[in-house]
C-alpha cells in the first residue's frame, strides 16, 4: 500500500527551469496528467498541494517534472493523494535539460 501525502516539492539542483505536474490514476484507474506549477529557476525549490493542480482527493499520483526544453521526469515512487495531510514527500532534479535525475529525499 502507497503512503499517503499532502504536498510535494521539487529541488531543482539542474541547469534548467522546471514547474512541477502529477500523473495520477482517475476513477477508471486511466492515468492522466494534472496542470503545471508555475515554473522555477535553479537553486530554487517549489512546494505543491497537488489538488491545486486538479489532483482528486485519494488518487494514486507520481510527481512529474517540466523540464522546460528538455526531457521531463517522472517519479517511480507512488503516493496516495490525502487533502490537508502533514506529510511531503521531498525531491530533487539535478542533471541538464536532455539528462536530468529525480530522486525522493525524504518523506516528512
Known amino acids: 500500500m502507497a503512503q499517503s ?3 510535494f516539492s521539487l529541488h531543482n539542483g539542474g541547469g534548467f527551469v522546471v514547474s512541477i505536474s502529477f ?12 496542470k503545471s506549477g508555475s515554473n522555477f529557476p535553479l537553486g530554487q525549490t517549489d512546494t505543491v498541494d497537488p489538488g491545486t493542480l486538479g489532483v482528486p482527493n ?3 499520483l507520481w ?14 515512487q507512488g503516493f496516495i493523494y490525502q487533502s490537508g495531510g502533514a506529510l511531503t514527500a521531498a525531491y530533487t532534479i539535478t542533471g541538464t535539460t536532455l539528462d536530468n535525475t529525480m530522486g525522493l ?3 516528512s
Open 105 to 107: 529525499i525524504s518523506v
Open 5 to 7: 501525502v499532502g504536498k
Open 58 to 60: 485519494g488518487a494514486t
Open 23 to 34: 500523473d495520477y490514476l482517475d476513477e477508471n484507474l486511466q492515468k492522466q496528467r494534472s
Open 63 to 76: 510527481l512529474h517534472a517540466d523540464v522546460v526544453w528538455g526531457t521531463d521526469n517522472v517519479a517511480t
